[in-house]
C-alpha cells in the first residue's frame, strides 16, 4: 500500500477553480526516486528530488553519483482530488522504515 504525507498544511492556490495544492511527501520502493519523479513529471505533475552529489571509489575508479537527498521519498504538489493515477504509477509504494 502507498503511503501519502503531507508535508505543510500551508494551502496554496492552484490553477483550478478554487481548488488548492499541497506539498505530499510519496513513499516510493528502495532507488526508484528518480523514476517515480520522471514518470509523475510525465504525467504532468509537479514534482520536487532534492539530490547531492557523492564520490564514490571502487575497483576501477571514482565516479561521481547523484543520490537523493531523501531515500525512498519523491515531494508532489497535487490538488486533494485525483489520487488514482498517483497510485498507480509504477515504483511508488512498499513499507516505509
Known amino acids: 500500500m502507498a503511503e501519502l504525507y503531507l508535508v505543510s498544511d500551508l494551502q496554496q492556490p492552484s490553477t483550478g477553480f478554487g481548488s488548492t495544492c499541497s506539498w505530499y511527501a510519496i513513499y516510493t520502493r528502495h532507488q526508484r526516486e528518480k523514476t ?14 532534492p539530490l547531492y552529489t557523492a564520490v564514490r571509489r571502487w575497483k576501477n575508479g571514482v565516479t561521481e553519483l547523484s543520490l ?20 498507480t504509477t509504477a515504483g511508488i509504494g512498499g513499507q516505509p522504515v
Do not use: H, N
Request: charged fraction near 25%; proline fraction near 9%; glycine fraction near 2%.
Open 68 to 87: 537523493p537527498l531523501f531515500p525512498c521519498y519523491v515531494f508532489l504538489q497535487r490538488p486533494i482530488d485525483g489520487w488514482l493515477s498517483v497510485l
Open 36 to 49: 517515480v519523479a520522471r514518470r509523475l513529471t510525465r504525467k504532468e505533475f509537479e514534482t520536487f528530488l
